[in-house]
């Protein structure tokens, strides 16, 4: 059963940077598509980044298209450590993000519920 487990988050200033962690365990078949979320209080969670770990494509919500990257690079074995780095932070930006896996197939950030694997979330603030 893949497990994830988010590292990374913290406060910010307008403008800052930060880069979000997640070590994606028991990688297998079932979590070839991986992708970062976020929530605010009172909103349904939003796709911000997907990337296919089969060819590498990837994916984007248009609030984050250059300023935001997705990134993989094998752990080890059975480990996978996907990153996002986030560059030119703006308060809107502000949320608890959550990492995703879901098997192949429709790998897009648009549908959260299709992610079957998530992690426990870390918050970022940015003010």
């Known amino acids: 059963h893949v497990q994830l487990v988010e590292s990374g988050g913290g406060s910010v200033q307008t403008g800052g940077s930060l880069r979000l962690s997640c070590e994606v365990s028991k990688y297998t078949h079932s979590s070839r598509c991986m992708g970062w979320f976020r929530q605010t209080p009172g909103k349904e969670r939003e796709g911000v980044a997907s990337?296919?770990?089969?060819?590498?494509?990837?994916?984007?919500?248009d609030s984050v298209k250059g300023r935001f990257t997705i990134s993989r690079h094998n752990a080890n074995r059975t480990s996978v450590l996907l990153s996002l780095q986030m560059n030119n932070l703006n308060i809107e930006d502000t949320a608890m993000y959550y990492c995703a896996a879901k098997g192949g197939g429709y790998c897009g950030t648009d549908s959260p519920e299709i992610f079957a694997s998530w992690g426990q979330g870390t918050q970022v603030t940015v003010s």
């Open positions: 990337m296919h770990t089969s060819g590498g494509s990837t994916t984007y919500a």
